[in-house]
């Protein structure tokens, strides 16, 4: 079995949140099955740097494909692990440092279609009797929106040999441009319609994806129900229902070679369920690293997130004051919207020693943060799967989280963690206390802390599932 893995996000290179891990996670795993899979990824600058030209040669050249994109070529790498690479040398749309998809002004390229439909429509051609390349999948296996439209171009343009899957890691993020850019993609004016890539008078490369894809998962049995309902469909869900047929959802793992407490090279301090005392140890490193007073008498709270409305993170400073009494302290790590970003640096002020805060991506305190902190939290308004709270349960660290998508999934009410259902401070707190109330008493919580650090949690089950729906696309 062939397939061809789409990403505009990788880990360590290019991530900006859970795809990323995914990326760099389920390809290595399939191969591990006995799937040839490659990864194709644009060649960002920290690609080039990890890639240089001598160890990614050139494989082929492709033109503009009859529409307004760049020339580019398409070169060989192969990652550390073996996972073979196919970048996407584009310098006019790819070279370009920090976030993939923002400017430094923090807001979207303007040539965003043209990048990710580049992308999109060299995987189709990868998928197509027109590629030349000796190595042809069977399936073109995309993921969001910014590989959305190869779906479509697999569909309208002739000579698709390869069938096509879509994985929606977040619904949210749905790939809008103006009517005008349909030419520019090289799509067909019969593409523009209902059933096609319009939607509400825009062309979405996420609609597309979801009208044209041969199969469409998300990552989580629960977010794969609840994107059918209109409350919690994002304006998608009479579309997904229609496709109910042809949609799943296919829980994500974790990488559990890079979050494994027992080999960790950001933590201080190894450690495993029968060496907590270590983890405790790490409690003290956390403290003193990010300005907290260093004590192990009162449960110290971690988070780390994008800091966004889906994250419900904006429910917590609502009870900060109660979060001091309790008395607990606080370590939140994340960046997003910059008025969150202020209220979590004004509270970390307003309560110095017990409240810290770091605004920023940091890998390696995101480690020593699953590691050090006692309860990690994830209060999402939705969350099609979520990863930090499975590094939490391996860490043992039980997560308090809300129950929506793959949290749900995830996580058992007392069991392993602590679940709330509504999405208000009052409820968080009550979830909070509990779990507060759990960690004072020391074998209630040696038991939730096993319990997690048991699971398995790793790509070799999902893995397993997503190889039985590759050969059920390819008959
Ligand atoms: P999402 O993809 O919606 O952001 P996930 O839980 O699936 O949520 O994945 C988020 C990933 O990004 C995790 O690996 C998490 O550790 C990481 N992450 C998020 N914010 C930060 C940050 N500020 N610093 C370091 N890692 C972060
Ligand atoms: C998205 C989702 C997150 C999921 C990740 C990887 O970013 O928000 O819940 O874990 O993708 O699939």
């Not at 079995?1 to 990326?23: H, N, Q, R, Y």
């Not at 047929?245 to 979050?259: E, F, K, M, P, Y």
């Not at 749900?408 to 392993?416: E, K, L, M, W």
């Not at 074998?443 to 893995?463: F, L």
Request: hydrophobic share 45%.
């Amino acid at each position: 079995m062939k397939v061809l893995f789409a990403t505009s996000e990788i880990a360590p290179w290019v991530k900006t949140g859970g795809l990323g891990d995914v990326a760099a996670a389920l390809p290595p795993a399939l191969r591990r099955n006995g799937i040839d899979v490659r990864v194709l990824v644009p060649r960002y600058p920290a690609l080039r740097q990890a890639f240089p030209d001598d160890k990614a040669p050139v494989v082929a050249k492709l033109g503009d494909f009859g529409a307004g994109f760049a020339a580019s070529v398409l070169r060989q790498a192969t990652a550390p692990d073996g996972t073979p690479l196919l970048l996407l040398d584009c310098p006019a749309y790819f070279d370009r440092s920090g976030n993939p998809y923002l400017g430094p002004e923090g807001r979207d390229w303007l040539d965003n279609h043209l990048r990710f439909g580049l992308l999109s429509r060299v995987a189709a051609w990868l998928g197509s009797d027109a590629s030349d390349l000796p190595w042809q999948p069977q399936v073109v296996h995309c993921n969001d929106w910014q590989t959305g439209l190869a779906p479509a171009y697999l569909a309208l343009l002739p000579g698709a040999r390869a069938r096509s899957l879509l994985t929606i890691h977040n619904l949210a993020f749905q790939g809008l441009f103006g009517a005008q850019t349909l030419a520019e993609l090289g799509l067909p004016a019969t593409a523009w319609s209902m059933h096609g890539v319009e939607y509400y008078g825009y062309l979405s490369f996420l609609k597309a994806g979801l009208h044209y894809a041969d199969a469409i998962t998300t990552v989580s049995p629960s977010y794969a129900a609840e994107i059918q309902t209109d409350a919690e469909g994002m304006g998608m869900a009479g579309l997904l229902r229609d496709r109910a047929d042809r949609l799943s959802g296919i829980l994500n793992g974790i990488d559990t070679v890079a979050w494994n407490p027992v080999r960790d090279p950001h933590l201080p301090h190894a450690y495993d369920a029968d060496h907590l005392p270590e983890k405790r140890k790490n409690k003290a490193a956390l403290q003193a690293e990010v300005g907290l007073k260093v004590r192990d008498d009162v449960p110290l709270l971690g988070v780390v997130s994008r800091l966004t409305h889906q994250k419900g993170l904006d429910l917590l400073p609502a009870v900060a004051p109660q979060i001091a009494a309790l008395p607990a302290q606080l370590v939140v790590l994340g960046s997003g919207e910059k008025a969150l970003e202020a209220e979590f640096r004004e509270l970390a002020e307003l309560h110095p020693g017990q409240f810290a805060v770091r605004i920023g991506f940091d890998e390696g305190l995101a480690h020593r943060i699953e590691a050090g902190a006692d309860v990690f939290l994830m209060p999402s308004r939705f969350e099609p799967c979520g990863l930090n709270q499975m590094y939490s349960l391996r860490y043992g660290t039980p997560p308090v989280v809300r129950a929506t998508g793959g949290l749900a999934d995830t996580v058992i009410d007392g069991v392993n963690g602590f679940v709330f259902k509504d999405a208000t401070a009052e409820a968080l707190l009550a979830a909070i206390e509990r779990a507060a109330a759990a960690w004072r008493n020391k074998k209630v919580w040696r038991a939730i802390q096993a319990d997690g650090m048991r699971r398995d949690v790793g790509w070799a089950e999902p893995a397993l599932e997503y190889a039985a729906l590759y050969e059920k696309l390819a008959q």
